[in-house]
């Protein structure tokens, strides 16, 4: 099977109006920058994304913000975004905030096939509203959370091979990981492409049998969301 894509135009071939993508990244860093980018200017659209933020106003997820591209954002953390608050207070964007180490865990569970699961986490808050909450021997109140699942997975990693394998770069490696299990197809660009076999395999984050579709990714901004500097002093 070959799984190598010249450019990333010809590996999102098949991705259409209506998809759920799961998008890697935390913040800024380690988004696959080159498949948002391409999906913008297809203007692909009614996306369902789920990714731990939706961006900034012009970069990462923002940019399909701005084209009004994503119809429904499923997300733990969304205060950069401007655009994504007018948007949902405006009624144009559904939106389901989900605590952050439920979000990792829903994923994890739709990539190793668990259906549901129990977590005290939002139990009396908004969070609970519509699920259900069982009690256990423990006393505690538990939710019970569904697994997600997408129709792509968009991850982006420092190093991959051409059976897939992937390496990320330290705190680059976020979601990328776990949304690379839970994609029904997974799309991963990476920074430099290696023949198989070059990896060290005790080096490697995600084995190629989780990847379907690799290209090598060029023109990285790596931007940061916000610097803060020092003062001088004299």
């Known amino acids: 099977m070959n799984k190598i894509f010249n ?32 999906i913008c200017k ?12 939706a961006g900034v106003d012009d ?4 940019l399909l913000l701005q084209t009004k591209q994503i119809k429904k954002m499923m997300a733990s953390y969304v205060g950069e975004n401007a655009l994504f608050e007018k948007q949902f207070l ?6 389901e905030l989900i605590p952050q180490g439920t979000l990792a865990e829903r994923i994890r569970a739709g990539g ?12 009396g808050t908004k969070v609970a509203e ?34 897939g394998n992937l390496i990320y770069r330290h705190t680059a ?13 997974t799309i991963a660009e990476v920074e430099t492409l290696v023949e198989t ?20 990714g060029k023109n990285y901004e790596k931007r940061i969301e916000q610097r803060t500097v020092t003062q001088a002093h004299n």
Not at 42 to 53: A, D, P
Not at 90 to 95: C, P, T
């Open 7 to 38: 450019d990333v135009e010809s590996a999102i071939f098949d991705i259409k109006n209506n998809s759920v993508l799961l998008v890697g990244g935390f913040g800024l860093c380690g988004i696959p920058e080159n498949l948002i980018s391409v």
């Open 42 to 53: 297809k203007g692909i659209q009614n996306l369902t994304c789920v990714s731990n933020n």
């Open 59 to 62: 970069f990462g997820l923002g």
């Open 90 to 95: 405006e009624g144009e964007l559904e939106v």
């Open 112 to 123: 190793a096939g668990i259906p549901a699961f129990y977590t005290p986490t939002g139990v």
């Open 130 to 163: 519509g699920k259900e909450v069982k009690t256990f021997d423990d006393g505690k109140k538990y939710l019970l959370e569904k697994a997600i699942k997408g129709d792509f997975a968009l991850i982006k990693a420092w190093k991959g091979d051409k059976f």
């Open 173 to 185: 490696r976020n979601f990328n990981s776990v949304m690379a299990t839970a994609g029904k197809v």
């Open 197 to 216: 076999g070059e990896l060290d395999p005790n080096t490697i984050h995600t084995p190629g049998l989780f990847v379907q579709r690799v290209f090598q």
